[in-house]
């Protein structure tokens, strides 16, 4: 044989060597929800070994991670329903915690990119991504309040926008409310291809953010759907998005190498709290080696061709790897 490929595999100096994939700590994007109060480290009970966070912990917990090296983080607020009504207007009320918590974020961390969420489910009474009328979650009216919560959160100091509502033309309306305030330097993450997915689980137990009626079929995409997701991404490429987002990631590394290859912007990939929490209960169980399965899955989504990964999982694979 001419050819033996194990000639290349021998050694661990010849494996590094040719290896096609590395993933780095600058790949990684680490999802933080707070909550207001002080001394609060609540764990998220469906996804054991993450938390919600006062702003006073946060910090210190941020700290940590910077000194790792993990610079990326997208940050989620968890709401009291007090706060919540149906055209969420909290979210770009001065009163906000989670506007006054970027802004105190970026004062002690001037150097980390701070990412928000633009979406509705987190203050609607409604709990859906978009406003709600008779039953229904219209497009074009839930369009002006995410823009104003884009330049509320642009103006508190986060340096990319991240739209996870999927209304049609959102990252146009948002660009262009930036723009006019004055914000033409904020970036969008744009979640260009969110699936209805049934991973999202953990996430909503943390933020007490389901549904209070029906689902989000008619706003999220079919899982189902594959080309439909180059349809979002040249839709949000022409709006003026800045990154192209796919929501989950485990679940859909093809769509994650579809856009790769059809697109130049940069590729985001979200490791979702049910795949994370998926491999966590495995691990408890004994049936897989989590320092083992955890990088394994982090690079199968950096190889499918995503750029950074938001995942659960970031401080610890710093921990470890950085």
Same mark, same amino acid.
Not at 50 to 72: F, I, V
Not at 138 to 167: H, Y
Not at 272 to 285: D, H, N, R, T, Y
């Given at each position: 044989?001419?050819?033996?490929?194990?000639?290349?595999?021998?050694?661990?100096?010849?494996?590094?060597?040719?290896?096609?994939?590395?993933?780095?700590?600058?790949?990684?994007?680490y999802p933080l929800f707070l909550?207001?109060?002080?001394?609060?480290?609540?764990?998220?009970?469906?996804?054991?070994?993450?938390?919600?966070?006062?702003?006073?912990?946060?910090?210190?917990?941020?700290?940590?991670?910077?000194?790792?090296?993990?610079?990326?983080?997208?940050?989620?607020?968890?709401?009291?329903?007090?706060?919540?009504?149906?055209?969420?207007?909290?979210?770009?009320?001065?009163?906000?915690?989670?506007?006054?918590?970027?802004?105190?974020?970026?004062?002690?961390?001037?150097?980390?990119?701070?990412?928000?969420?633009?979406?509705?489910?987190?203050?609607?009474?409604?709990?859906?991504?978009?406003?709600?009328?008779?039953?229904?979650?219209?497009?074009?009216?839930?369009?002006?309040?995410?823009?104003?919560?884009?330049?509320?959160?642009?103006?508190?100091?986060?340096?990319?926008?991240?739209?996870? /509502?999927?209304?049609?033309?959102?990252?146009?309306?948002?660009?262009?409310?930036?723009?006019?305030?004055?914000?033409? /330097?904020?970036?969008?993450?744009?979640?260009?291809?969110?699936?209805?997915?049934?991973?999202?689980?953990?996430?909503?137990?943390?933020?007490?953010?389901?549904?209070?009626?029906?689902?989000?079929?008619?706003?999220?995409?079919?899982?189902?759907?594959?080309?439909?997701?180059?349809?979002?991404?040249?839709?949000?490429?022409?709006?003026?998005?800045?990154?192209?987002?796919?929501?989950?990631?485990?679940?859909?590394?093809?769509?994650?190498?579809?856009?790769?290859?059809?697109?130049e912007l940069p590729i985001a990939?979200?490791?979702?709290?049910?795949?994370?929490?998926?491999?966590?209960?495995?691990?408890?169980?004994?049936?897989?080696?989590? /320092?083992?399965?955890?990088?394994?899955?982090?690079?199968?989504?950096?190889?499918?061709?995503?750029?950074?990964?938001?995942?659960?999982?970031?401080?610890?694979?710093?921990?470890?790897?950085?």
């Amino acid at each position: 044989m001419n050819q033996r490929p194990r000639r290349n595999r021998r050694t661990s100096a010849l494996r590094n060597m040719v290896r096609e994939t590395h993933l780095t700590v600058d790949n990684l994007i680490y999802p933080l929800f707070l909550v207001d109060g002080k001394k609060i480290k609540e764990e998220v009970k469906s996804l054991p070994g993450n938390y919600r966070w006062s702003l006073d912990l946060l910090l210190k917990e941020m700290e940590e991670c910077m000194e790792l090296g993990l610079r990326s983080f997208i940050l989620f607020p968890a709401v009291k329903e007090s706060l919540k009504d149906k055209k969420a207007t909290y979210s770009y009320s001065s009163k906000n915690f989670y506007l006054k918590a970027a802004t105190a974020i970026k004062k002690r961390f001037p150097e980390c990119c701070l990412i928000s969420d633009v979406a509705m489910d987190p203050y609607s009474s409604d709990g859906h991504d978009g406003l709600v009328k008779k039953g229904i979650i219209v497009n074009d009216p839930t369009l002006p309040i995410l823009g104003k919560m884009a330049v509320a959160q642009a103006g508190a100091g986060f340096d990319l926008i991240g739209p996870s /509502d999927m209304m049609d033309g959102r990252i146009g309306y948002i660009r262009q409310a930036l723009d006019k305030a004055g914000f033409t /330097d904020t970036g969008i993450m744009s979640y260009c291809a969110k699936y209805a997915s049934a991973f999202y689980g953990p996430f909503r137990d943390a933020l007490d953010s389901a549904p209070k009626a029906g689902d989000k079929k008619t706003y999220q995409m079919d899982p189902a759907n594959k080309r439909e997701a180059l349809i979002e991404a040249t839709l949000d490429i022409s709006e003026g998005a800045d990154f192209l987002m796919v929501k989950p990631a485990i679940h859909y590394l093809d769509v994650i190498h579809l856009l790769r290859e059809n697109t130049e912007l940069p590729i985001a990939a979200y490791q979702v709290s049910g795949e994370c929490a998926m491999l966590i209960a495995a691990a408890q169980k004994g049936w897989l080696d989590f /320092d083992q399965a955890m990088p394994e899955a982090l690079l199968s989504i950096r190889r499918a061709g995503a750029d950074v990964i938001l995942t659960y999982f970031a401080k610890k694979w710093a921990e470890k790897y950085a």
